[in-house]
């Protein structure tokens, strides 16, 4: 029996047999690869999508703190002149 060291015909034909089955490998890991990068993908728009929503849902919460704080301070302004217009008339 021969061994690949003796044979250069077996060599090479176990060299083919090895390289073919790193491709195989190499490509299953190209396909896996690419998959996660998919994912990724997928992840960095639901992720866009998302802080998009938060952002618009700050912006309306911002804007109905602003409409309070009018409202608020205009209550204010409306019951300081009446009681001066009270004052006034009372004097």
């Not at 896996?32 to 998009?52: C, N, P, W, Y």
């Amino acid at each position: 029996m021969t061994t690949e060291a003796e044979d250069l015909n077996l060599h090479v034909s176990l060299c083919e047999q090895r390289y073919k089955a790193l491709e195989g490998r190499l490509d299953a890991v190209e396909q896996r690869l690419s998959k996660v990068e998919d994912q990724i993908a997928d992840i960095k728009q639901q992720m866009h999508t998302g802080f998009s929503e938060i952002k618009v849902m700050l912006e309306r919460n911002n804007s109905q703190r602003q409409t309070t704080l009018v409202a608020t301070i205009g209550s204010i302004v409306v019951a300081v002149i009446g009681v001066i217009g009270y004052l006034v008339v009372r004097h």
